[in-house]
């Protein structure tokens, strides 16, 4: 996958607590598991799985299933199940928005924008078949959190301001929910309007909430795109909101994320 792919836009608040952290799929991977008796061989499960989707997706590998596929080396009926899981999930996306995500756009086949949720959320079925009930799993910005880091707390995230590293845009206390970030403030202008092949302008970054991360993500890249209208795109799905940082450095939100955001 591409390197940096995510760029980690959010800042998890410190907590007490175990974690586990590697570098795959051009990231990091962070797995931070608060329930006793989770056994380790959980985790390894885990990275072991994100180890098998960089394989299987990664637009760097020559080797990968989805290299191959885009080549015109492999069809996609003889891709394994979850490659056409996630081309008909890609597919899905670009209907709803309309065309605005497309993985499609610039030449190759790259669904990077819905691989790392889709992939993070398999991450949490497998913690869950383990006994897991009070976990974060991050994956390089985008991350699932179930449960609470303690019997009296909420996960505390911080969105990283897109243009000043070590300062927070918003702070947000979650308990189960999804959050993912799309924005080119880290790894340049990766993020491509299918309409006219070329960067869009209207934002910083776009920050997507819901119940699922696998749309969180594809939905914050489509957002983007959009613009400040992707904000009220958003918010037109079921259980999703969202939170925008313009280029000309306002930051506007829909009404859902207001129980969500922290004050200073």
Not at 61 to 70: G, H, K, P, Y
Not at 92 to 100: C, D, L, Q
Not at 164 to 177: R, S, T, Y
């Amino acid at each position: 996958m591409p390197s940096g792919l995510g760029a980690s836009p959010l800042a998890v608040v410190p907590t007490r607590g175990e974690a586990r952290a590697e570098a795959v799929m051009g990231t990091v991977v962070t797995v931070d598991v608060r329930d006793v008796g989770v056994p380790a061989s959980a985790l390894d499960a885990v990275f072991a799985w994100f180890q098998e989707v960089d394989r299987v997706f990664s637009t760097f590998r020559e080797d990968s299933e989805i290299s191959r596929l885009s080549r015109g080396a492999l069809s996609e009926g003889d891709c394994r199940g979850e490659v056409r899981e996630v081309l008909a999930l890609c597919d899905e996306v670009e209907r709803r928005s309309r065309g605005r995500f497309n993985i499609r756009c610039g030449g190759r086949l790259d669904p990077s924008g819905l691989v790392k949720g889709w992939s993070a959320e398999r991450a949490v079925a497998l913690l869950l078949r383990a006994g897991a009930r009070n976990f974060l799993v991050d994956a390089g910005g985008d991350l699932v959190a179930r449960g609470r880091p303690d019997p009296q707390g909420t996960w505390r995230l911080g969105i990283r301001h897109p243009e000043i590293p070590d300062q927070l845009a918003a702070a947000l206390a979650i308990g189960d929910l999804a959050v993912a970030t799309s924005g080119c403030y880290e790894r340049g202008p990766h993020i491509l309007d299918p309409r006219t092949g070329r960067p869009p302008q209207g934002l910083l970054s776009m920050t997507v909430v819901g119940p699922s991360l696998t749309y969180a993500d594809a939905y914050a890249t489509a957002a983007f795109v959009m613009g400040e209208v992707g904000v009220a795109w958003v918010a037109g799905i079921e259980g999703y909101d969202a939170l925008a940082i313009t280029a000309d450095r306002r930051t506007v939100w829909s009404e859902g994320m207001d129980p969500l955001l922290v004050e200073d």
